[in-house]
């Protein structure tokens, strides 16, 4: 082979190798990208008191207070007020986990670009232009129908190779605020003070569902469905009427409700703890795209779907 | 030595229990006066939010009293699935929220 050749054959070889590695740390980039935006997002959720529960709460211990006749309660409207405080608090966690998704979104947005087919595009036209200028003067001794034939295609992945590097250094600022928050939120006291301020909030807020359920407000009619469905069995019509009149259908629909309205307050350590490892794990995903090693989504998919499982546990029961 | 999310953690369950207890009255009754038991119920949580709210600030305290609140809180749990009696039940409600008062002082 001459040198001329082997140096073209290097340096393809390398193009095709750096190819290689740069569109893999993209896809790890881009699928990082996506659960890490998950992840920091059910970590908001588990640690602040969003304007939605805490409107929830109002509601519901201002119906309360309003059911028991005691609407004018020092102690109800004290309450309130506690919770907007620690609410005001809590914000401050708020803002950095809603930095961290905004984070992962420009990751995301960084890793799913298409610079090589920008990069590839642009010069393909400019190299076009360009040789059709050369093919049109006269004595050009042009035989390429393309002189930028094979420059184009390291230009392509040089532009890859340059957003790849892009990618890890975001990964590597990312993971830096990940050194630094999880700690924080990890610390036991904090969470625990977190934890039990979100069991207190979601017990007052399905209090106010328990006992309108206990009214008979609400149907029992979607539990009665899931009873019979193993069966093929639907309820009969106007099921509650008859419910009413059976004091042990009734006891058995409402130890159902007071059951799943617990299983939300119990729900709420395990949500945040879930949150807490799902950050974790990012961590560790990040130190893998860093070093060029293929990244374990599998383990990551799995936290975020108990941790999604978690979360769908918080949300109080519905009722027709 | 009981810290300052130990003695929180009294503070909620006693809150916890509260609820329960009138939850447990509407749904054995729900047409009833549950003026007396909301005031208690809303008192208990009051004072755990009060708590929490503290030591979310940064400022948590600590006290010996928590052993009496976890007692009182236990023995309400326990006497609850029984209970029948509204009376009754304000009666220990009214103890645990004095505890609950007296615990949240050392807090303030």
């Given at each position: 082979m001459r040198p001329g050749n082997l140096s073209v054959a290097i340096v393809l070889t390398a193009a095709v190798l750096v190819s290689?590695?740069?569109?893999?740390?993209?896809?790890?980039?881009?699928?990082?990208?996506?659960?890490?935006?998950?992840?920091?997002?059910?970590?908001?959720?588990?640690?602040?008191?969003?304007?939605?529960?805490?409107?929830a709460l109002k509601n519901a211990v201002t119906f309360d207070a309003g059911f028991a006749n005691d609407i004018d309660d020092p102690d109800t409207q004290d309450f309130l007020k506690q919770e907007a405080q620690i609410?005001?608090?809590?914000?401050?966690?708020?803002?950095?986990?809603?930095?961290?998704g905004n984070a992962y979104v420009a990751l995301g947005a960084l890793s799913s670009y298409d610079a090589n087919g920008t990069f590839s595009s642009a010069t393909s036209s400019l190299c076009g232009a360009a040789s059709n200028l050369v093919a049109s003067m006269p004595k050009s001794g042009s035989t390429s129908t393309n002189i930028c034939q094979g420059a184009s295609f390291g230009i392509g992945q040089i532009a890859s190779a340059f957003q790849a590097h892009q990618v890890v250094d975001a990964s590597n600022e990312?993971?830096?605020?990940?050194?630094?928050?999880?700690?924080?939120?990890?610390?036991?006291?904090?969470r625990n003070l977190i934890v039990l301020n979100g069991q207190l909030v979601q017990r007052q807020i399905v209090s106010a569902a328990k006992d309108l359920y206990a009214s008979g407000i609400f149907s029992c009619g979607p539990l009665l469905t899931q009873l019979g469905a193993p069966l093929n069995l639907a309820p009969v019509?106007?099921?509650?009427?008859?419910?009413?009149?059976?004091?042990?259908?009734?006891?058995?629909?409402?130890?159902?409700?007071?059951?799943?309205?617990?299983?939300s307050v119990?729900?709420?350590?395990?949500?945040?703890?879930?949150?807490?490892?799902?950050?974790?794990?990012?961590?560790d995903q990040h130190e893998k795209l860093k070093a060029g090693v293929p990244l374990d989504l599998d383990t990551i998919n799995m936290i975020l779907a108990n941790l999604q499982g978690a979360a769908a546990k918080l949300q109080p029961p519905k009722g027709k | 030595?009981?810290?300052?999310?130990?003695?929180?953690?009294?503070?909620?369950?006693?809150?916890?229990?509260?609820?329960?207890?009138?939850?447990?009255a509407v749904a054995a009754n729900p047409d009833g006066d549950f003026k007396a038991l909301h005031k208690a119920k809303m008192a208990a949580a009051d004072a755990a939010a009060a708590a929490i709210g503290k030591a979310l600030t940064g400022d948590?305290?600590?006290?010996?009293?928590?052993?009496?609140?976890?007692?009182?809180?236990?023995?309400l749990n326990s006497k609850l699935a029984t209970l029948k009696d509204l009376a009754t039940w304000l009666g220990l409600l009214n103890n645990l929220v004095s505890l609950a008062t007296t615990l949240s002082r050392f807090l303030a």
């Open positions: 290689a590695c740069s569109s893999a740390t993209l896809s790890n980039g881009a699928a990082l990208a996506k659960t890490g935006q998950a992840a920091a997002t059910q970590m908001e959720q588990a640690a602040t008191l969003s304007a939605a529960t805490y409107t609410q005001t608090a809590l914000s401050a966690y708020g803002t950095m986990l809603e930095k961290l990312i993971e830096a605020v990940l050194n630094a928050v999880i700690p924080v939120l990890s610390d036991p006291d904090r019509s106007g099921a509650d009427g008859i419910v009413a009149k059976h004091a042990n259908v009734q006891r058995g629909c409402l130890a159902v409700v007071s059951g799943t309205a617990q299983d119990n729900a709420v350590g395990p949500a945040y703890d879930k949150s807490v490892a799902a950050l974790s794990a990012l961590r | 030595m009981a810290t300052a999310t130990d003695v929180i953690a009294s503070l909620k369950q006693a809150a916890d229990a509260a609820s329960n207890a009138y939850d447990a948590p305290a600590v006290t010996a009293a928590q052993k009496n609140l976890d007692a009182a809180t236990a023995d």
